[in-house]
């Protein structure tokens, strides 16, 4: 049986099934604890595991995170909140020097089983230092793994999977879509988990694929609906849900059953997620497509605040769909 | 020495307040009551769904910029971090600009693409505006170098607030600072909370924050923020120590915010008591201390208070109806002020692609 629950939700309940299957998960960063979580996703988890199993840390993300990973390297499972993933840069030097390479320095001898969560969007007028969308960023550093779940149950699932695997697992979600609901397994039911490395497809079609993850997902199912009512054209909708891994098998098998491809992505044009699975598309699977491959991306400059432009600026339905008519 | 114990001082007498007109003196009030209406009216505005983003009130904290900025000169500069409205109007930025920028508009002080985080007015020496805590550290740390390195007599004043002072880049700037002997004054603007963590659950510090400047050799005082006067007492020998002897100092004001962190802070009557919050706006309103002191001293009367308070009312919607009016941004504006070589057009801007849409 699925329940209901909001993406916020799901998450909140794959943080708890996981505390409470392994003693060694923590959950730190800034106002998780008392504060309930400055989005309100760890809301309750504090008054139920306390202080030593959920953090509250200062303002000092190149310093908790850091210890997050020293601890990690001991068996400590930590699960660290960036409040806006547009923080990684106080953190980089961690995120990336230490997390990503720390194994591959030590020949294998240390591991790295941390997760560092938070929502990475633009869309909420919040301008451009806490806009950045970093998942092609950190994907592009090998050592890293990174997700970005646009429905609930993806969210609960690749959480809980994050927290068992023995790398680093970045998981970039949405403040737009905490308030989602969403169909999600009931726990009654047995362990819920998704792997990370595998994409979904959200929508079955024959015309084009729409390749998409986080929320852009929801932006190109609402443009199938555009495409299909108004211009006949039956859109399919591949979810990556994981960036790095990244599952090449369902990309190639949707891209051989349409032969047309418009990758969605709200990263910036330059070196954007969209810009692999491209090269991947055309390195694989080149003499199935009958276009070329086009992208929505974001309009490539830092965020703009204005509340009258920002969505323009992002991927919109009605930008995927001005692009896909350029080939369909 | 605490805050507490110079309390009792009576720092209107200081020569450096002394000095003051009674003109001026009135001119810092009435600055004081501007910020605070026009806040109260982008509050309105806010929650009416006119203003995007987030929203971080400066209420209650008004003497801290107008006491430090009236200190300024020619070539002393600020900048602060993203609790950025009062140190805007203190500079003097109109309150048209920074309403039209909250209403992202093209007529806004950064045309729309900052915010409220964002304000920014190089012409007034105000550099911003900084949405990243403790960002803007090395930011007013550089601001100083500059100054001496073009051998201008003057002092950066760099606002942060006591959630920042546990940042790396923030004790990274204090050494360099004193090590490079660097003008800035640091000016710790502490309402007592980083966001919804009080500052006991926050922060590992002897006495105080501005004390871990001992660790680095460095200067520090302690300023209660509700008395206007002792601000500019204690930040004019900040000043001085930077301007004349290039030498930085760390001061804490001790202050505290009306509302929440922003006013999506839902949580801040929950972390706070009701009766931590009267007793402020009740025994330490910055505006109301200094009127009550401008009253005693014969400066002004509540007539003329009463004048002042419906001007800044009356100023404050004006710039409702500036923003209103004002024209939004276009799409093709979002590719504007990104490089500076492709806005001027120049012979760089024609080599190499600069911009990938498409």
């Given at each position: 049986m699925s329940r209901i629950i909001s993406y916020r939700e799901a998450i909140r309940e794959g943080l708890d099934e996981e505390l409470e299957r392994d003693s060694k998960v923590v959950v730190m960063g800034e106002e998780v604890a008392q504060?309930?979580?400055?989005y309100k996703v760890t809301e309750g988890l504090w008054k139920k595991w306390g202080d030593k199993r959920i953090v509250d840390t200062p303002i000092s993300e190149a310093g908790f995170i850091g210890m997050g990973i020293g601890?990690?390297?001991?068996?400590?499972?930590?699960?660290?909140?960036?409040?806006?993933?547009?923080?990684?840069?106080?953190?980089?030097?961690?995120?990336v020097n230490n997390a990503a390479c720390v194994r591959y320095m030590s020949g294998g001898l240390c591991s790295c089983p941390i997760v560092v969560r938070g929502p990475a969007n633009g869309g909420t007028n919040v301008g451009a230092t806490h806009s950045h969308v970093p998942e092609g960023l950190f994907a592009a550093f090998p050592g890293l793994k990174v997700c970005a779940p646009a429905t609930p149950a993806d969210a609960k699932g690749l959480i809980k999977s994050a927290i068992r695997d023995n790398d680093p697992v970045y998981i970039m979600e949405n403040t737009l879509l905490y308030g989602n609901k969403g169909e999600v397994p009931d726990p009654a039911d047995g362990d819920f988990t998704i792997p990370l490395g595998k994409a979904e497809v959200k929508r079955e079609g024959s015309d084009l694929s729409l390749i998409a993850h986080?929320?852009?997902?929801?932006?190109?199912?609402?443009?199938?609906e555009i495409l299909k009512e108004e211009h006949g054209i039956d859109a399919e909708v591949l979810d990556l849900r994981s960036i790095r891994p990244l599952d090449q098998e369902a990309i190639l098998k949707t891209v051989k059953k349409t032969n047309r491809v418009v990758l969605v992505d709200e990263s910036k044009p330059f070196g954007g997620v969209s810009a692999m699975v491209s090269t991947l598309i055309q390195d694989h699977a080149f003499d199935y497509l009958d276009a070329p491959i086009k992208r929505v991306c974001s309009i490539d400059a830092p965020a703009i605040y204005s509340p009258h432009i920002e969505n323009e600026q992002l991927p919109n339905p009605k930008r995927i769909v001005e692009q896909v008519l350029t080939i369909a | 020495m605490t805050s507490a114990e110079t309390s009792s001082l009576d720092f209107a007498s200081s020569p450096i307040n002394q000095s003051l007109t009674p003109e001026r003196k009135i001119e810092l009030l009435t600055q004081m009551i501007r910020i605070r209406r026009f806040e109260q009216v982008g509050l309105k505005y806010y929650q009416s769904g006119k203003i995007g983003g987030f929203l971080h009130l400066y209420i209650g904290q008004e003497a801290i910029a107008v006491g430090t900025v009236s200190l300024g000169g020619e070539h002393d500069h600020y900048i602060t971090a993203y609790r950025d409205h009062g140190h805007a109007l203190a500079v003097g930025m109109s309150m048209n600009e920074c309403m039209a920028e909250m209403y992202g508009k093209q007529t806004g002080c950064s045309k729309g693409k900052g915010g409220s985080m964002h304000f920014f007015a190089p012409d007034k020496n105000f550099w911003g505006g900084h949405g990243i805590v403790a960002g803007q550290t090395p930011l007013g740390l550089g601001l100083a170098y500059g100054l001496k390195y073009l051998e201008h007599e003057g002092c950066a004043?760099?606002?942060?607030?006591?959630g920042a002072v546990n940042q790396g880049v923030y004790h990274e700037s204090l050494n360099l600072a004193q090590l490079f002997e660097i003008p800035v004054v640091y000016v710790i603007e502490n309402n007592g909370y980083s966001m919804g963590t009080s500052q006991q659950r926050s922060s590992s510090f002897e006495g105080c924050l501005a004390q871990r400047a001992e660790a680095y050799g460095m200067a520090w005082d302690v300023i209660d923020?509700?008395?206007?006067?002792?601000?500019?007492a204690k930040t004019h020998i900040a000043m001085e120590r930077a301007r004349k002897e290039h030498k930085?100092?760390?001061?804490?004001i001790d202050t505290y915010r009306y509302y929440g962190h922003s006013i999506a802070d839902a949580n801040h009557k929950k972390y706070r008591t009701p009766e931590e919050i009267e007793n402020y706006k009740q025994n330490h309103d910055p505006i109301n201390v200094f009127k009550r002191k401008l009253i005693d001293e014969g400066v002004v009367t509540e007539d003329q208070i009463k004048e002042i308070t419906k001007a800044a009312a009356d100023e404050a919607a004006e710039s409702v109806k500036f923003a209103e009016e004002s024209p939004a941004p276009t799409v093709a504006d979002i590719s504007t002020d990104v490089y500076w070589e492709t806005d001027n057009d120049t012979d760089a801007s024609k080599i190499g692609r600069h911009f990938f849409n498409d």
């Open positions: 504060y309930n979580g400055a601890a990690s390297m001991l068996g400590v499972r930590p699960v660290m909140e960036l409040m806006f993933w547009s923080f990684h840069s106080v953190a980089f030097d961690q995120l986080g929320r852009s997902v929801l932006q190109a199912l609402a443009a199938a | 004043l760099c606002f942060l607030g006591d923020g509700s008395d206007l006067y002792e601000v500019r930085p100092t760390v001061i804490e």
